[in-house]
């Protein structure tokens, strides 16, 4: 009920806030007209998530003008994130107090909260990936250093039961294969698209924004462990304590020239101390969801709906 309470309060002063601005305008006052720098100092405000205890809410803070600035040559390039700067601060749901943690402008990609609340994760999309551990025991924001592992620009970010961090980074080279791959079809002088290899120029650049191998961090010892070797992963799932990795790997194997469906690919599944295996070889057809503990799944095929129960899968309706 508290929660309910305090989820009102915003309303409320969003209703005043609006009722004030449709009070009519008395005849003595002029309109002030709009300019340039009002279009650009339109903020957006986009809400994440609670902390575990409900106590704390995620909200992200941009400013129009702060967008500006993006180079769209590179567009194309998966190393290259167009600048979304925004900030990032944390609203008391009881209060209504904030709480800042990210005070400059910075492009954010994922946020996740530690399954106890003692930490905030988040991943920016700048230039240089970054991975920022908020305390909030000590209020404090600091940027937890990869060694030479990059981040992956498009990663997600996962907590474990055992407080460790799970993220996607580049394998060694990606920079480097993606900066020629880029500019030998951008700058030339002269590019060829060659119909008889397996991927045009620009799918095989597409691809490599897939490219990615899955890592755990301990942040207490700053030690990162490798869970997947690098493969074409489009996504990734974890049990709550992470020893169940789930993942979606592409497999198309050449351009399509035809139309039609052309994609494939395959879902993967490593349980600790084990080999990865497949769970499903190819993925054609089938549509798969997977509940919150990483680990029972049920999908839909051919019209039917099937609950693989452990030792023998069963099929609920056909």
């Known amino acids: 009920m508290s929660r309910l309470v305090a989820s009102r309060r915003p309303l409320l002063a969003l209703g005043i806030l609006l009722a004030t601005a449709a009070a009519p305008v008395s005849a003595q006052q002029a309109p002030t007209p709009m300019t340039a720098d009002d279009l650009l100092n339109v903020r957006t405000v986009s809400v994440g998530d609670f902390s575990p205890d409900g106590r704390w809410m995620v909200v992200r803070m941009a400013k129009r003008g702060d967008g500006l600035g993006f180079v769209a040559a590179r567009d194309g390039d998966p190393s290259y994130t167009r600048p979304a700067p925004a900030r990032l601060l944390l609203v008391n749901t009881a209060t209504g107090d904030t709480l800042p943690v990210v005070n400059t402008p910075r492009t954010i990609g994922s946020v996740a909260w530690s399954r106890d609340g003692a930490q905030l994760a988040i991943a920016t999309r700048d230039s240089v990936p970054a991975l920022l551990l908020w305390d909030m025991a000590a209020k404090r924001l600091r940027t937890q250093q990869l060694g030479s592992a990059r981040l992956a620009e498009n990663t997600d970010l996962r907590w474990t039961t055992a407080g460790t961090l799970l993220f996607a980074v580049r394998e060694r080279g990606w920079l480097a294969e993606v900066k020629a791959r880029f500019d030998s079809l951008v700058h030339g002088p002269i590019s060829v698209q060659v119909g008889g290899d397996p991927f045009l120029g620009w799918d095989m650049l597409r691809r490599l924004g897939n490219r990615a191998m899955l890592v755990a961090l301990t942040p207490q010892r700053g030690t990162l462990d490798t869970l997947v070797p690098a493969a074409q992963i489009t996504s990734w799932t974890a049990s ?66 099937t609950w693989p129960a452990s030792p023998t899968p069963r099929r609920v309706v056909s």
Do not use: C
């Open 240 to 305: 709550p304590n992470g020893q169940h990795i789930t993942w979606r790997e592409d497999r198309t194997t050449k351009t399509n020239y035809e139309g039609g469906a052309s994609n494939e690919a395959r879902t993967m599944v490593r349980v600790a101390g084990a080999a990865p295996r497949a769970l499903f070889a190819s993925m054609r057809g089938i549509t798969l969801s997977q509940a919150d503990d990483g680990v029972r799944y049920a999908y839909a095929k051919d019209g039917r709906f």
